[in-house]
């Protein structure tokens, strides 16, 4: 894991918009309502997120990630 110089804020790598959803493209996407993703949030459960202020962003690999990891094999 690369480890982030946090003394200056401008090394930090963040994703850009492009790779970030927010939770009506998140709840769009998964066909759900945005009030279970919220619920999720809530009680700790769903998938990552990342809060930025009052803003909520879902970043594209890690949903993608959440949803590999509750595939289902029958």
């Known amino acids: 894991m690369r480890q982030e110089n946090l003394e200056n804020p401008r090394d930090v790598q963040t994703p850009d918009d ?3 959803l927010n939770e009506h493209d998140v709840s769009m ?3 759900i309502s945005i009030a279970l993703l919220r619920k999720w949030r809530r ?3 769903g998938p990552p997120f990342v809060r930025l202020g ?3 962003r879902y970043v594209k690999s890690g949903l993608k990630g959440w949803l ?3 595939e289902v094999h029958e």
């Open 29 to 31: 996407t998964l066909k």
């Open 68 to 70: 590999q990891a509750h």
């Open 54 to 56: 009052r803003s909520v």
């Open 43 to 45: 009680e700790g459960g």
């Open 18 to 20: 492009s790779h970030c």
